[in-house]
């Protein structure tokens, strides 16, 4: 799958583009069954709110089939080695949850400020492509992306490691205030399937859910070969320290997972 000329230039000017229905219901089925049954293990890699509720699965395509194979689908994978002109490995991925009535906010920060002061990435030649699970609706704790604030480069932040179950450098209220109001506010969202790509610098962050709809999101960071990280920090199913070239699958890898995995549950 490529990007055409006008989804390059959006993700160039405003830092973000969105592409609806890149995976079809059968795959979205897959997924969602897999992601409860990864919630509901018992392991490191499995980050939960104060309540309990999951946050975040680290890692999934290591030890789970279905997102192995997402995390080397050609739909992903070609758009970012288009982007950067050069193959990819996997800097991160993670499994988001906003649970219902119980999903915690994402402060407002930049990926980008993380991957370079915890792991050492020397460019934000590393982006965001994630794939909606859930719908994602106005009221259930959509992402907010703060249009052209990729172009400010690294911003300031301050290591919050108190207001939620993860640690994360944030943004504070003037700055995010400045930037909304030179770029604007939007908050992406559409039905299960779809996906949406921002780049590393962008300023984005979430309000809680607090509604009866949960919402999934499958986040793969993939990065520049020649961009790996140098120094990294943390633990490796969080910033991973393979910096092996990812060969994509077949595009129609996952559908015919999908098909087995409903042959072999009738």
């Not at 000329?5 to 069954?33: H, M, N, R, Y």
């Not at 991957?115 to 909606?132: K, L, Q, Y």
Request: proline content about 7%.
């Amino acid at each position: 799958m490529k990007l055409n000329d006008t989804q390059i230039t959006q993700l160039d000017e405003e830092g973000w583009v969105f592409l609806p229905d890149c995976f079809s219901p059968e795959e979205v089925a897959v997924l969602k069954t897999e992601a409860e049954s990864i919630y509901d293990e018992d392991r490191p890699e499995i980050w939960r709110e104060t309540s309990g509720a999951p946050r975040t699965a680290f890692a999934a395509h290591t030890y789970n089939e279905a997102f192995g194979i997402l995390g080397r689908h050609p739909r992903l994978i070609e758009p970012l080695e288009q982007v950067f002109g050069e193959q990819v490995y996997m800097h991160q991925f993670k499994i988001n949850a906003k649970a219902s009535f119980t999903g915690d906010v994402w402060q407002w920060h930049q990926d980008y400020g993380t991957w370079a002061r915890d792991d050492g990435m020397p460019e934000p030649r590393a982006m965001n492509i994630s794939v909606f699970l859930d719908e994602v609706f106005p009221f259930n704790g959509p992402l907010m992306l703060i249009p052209r604030s990729h172009r400010h480069g690294v911003l300031d932040a301050g290591h919050d490691t108190s207001t939620t179950s993860y640690p994360l450098w944030t943004l504070d209220n003037d700055a995010v205030t400045k930037l909304v109001d030179e770029g604007g506010l939007i908050a992406p969202t559409g039905k299960p399937g779809g996906v949406l790509m921002f780049h590393g610098n962008l300023v984005h962050g979430s309000a809680g859910n607090i509604t009866p709809f949960p919402r999934k999101i499958v986040y793969l960071t993939l990065n520049a070969v020649s961009n790996h990280i140098r120094t990294p920090t943390r633990e490796e199913w969080i910033a991973h320290q393979d910096f092996t070239p990812i060969e994509s699958c077949d595009d129609d890898a996952l559908l015919r997972f999908a098909k087995a995995y409903e042959h072999a549950a009738e």
